[in-house]
């Protein structure tokens, strides 16, 4: 996994979510790990854009304005990520901290690559058959277009009124017609 997901010697510590200004992820990631050695985690996920006629490929990161880092009780560190440039708040519960559970972090973690990374692939095959079970469309039933740029979401061209019209699902709200 990225070398930036390792945890703190001694004390127990906790990983936390840090809100960042806007498109200052990267920057907050590079200040705490390499001015003040923090372990920070920063997953990113590949997402298709038009630019014209051609698509491209750019990373993003996986939850804009977010990121998540290690920390003890320690003072300290809490005013090194705190006021590290681009550091909007620690995401708190009222003025609590709260400390992200440890199963999110490893599933997070399982899932990232290379650069931190998030691995999707979708398990659908274009063409396939797929009945939706949540959402406003649940029962109705359509074929399988095409992933779109967002990994989480497949274009469904649904049967509707006769006709087939597309729309944009979330993965998890469609299953294979057998």
Request: net charge positive; glycine share 8%; with cysteine.
């Amino acid at each position: 996994m990225g070398e930036t997901f390792r945890l703190l010697e001694g004390e127990a510590a906790f990983w936390f979510a840090v809100q960042t200004k806007p498109c200052a992820e990267e920057r907050v990631w590079h200040w705490l790990l390499h001015r003040h050695g923090l372990p920070v985690f920063l997953p990113k996920i590949e997402v298709i854009r038009r630019r014209g006629p051609s698509r491209i490929t750019i990373v993003e990161p996986l939850f804009p304005g977010y990121l998540f880092v290690q920390m003890n009780a320690e003072l300290t560190s809490w005013h090194k990520v705190k006021w590290a440039p681009g550091v909007r708040r620690i995401v708190c519960t009222g003025d609590i901290p709260t400390p992200v559970p440890l199963e999110v972090m490893e599933l997070l973690r399982e899932r990232s690559g290379p650069g931190e990374i998030m691995q999707w692939r979708c398990e659908f095959r274009r063409g396939e058959s797929v009945r939706v079970v949540h959402g406003p469309f649940i029962g109705l039933e359509g074929i399988l277009e095409r992933p779109t740029s967002r990994g989480d979401r497949v274009r469904v061209l649904l049967r509707i009124l006769g006709g087939v019209a597309p729309v944009e699902i979330d993965v998890t709200h469609v299953e294979l017609v057998s």
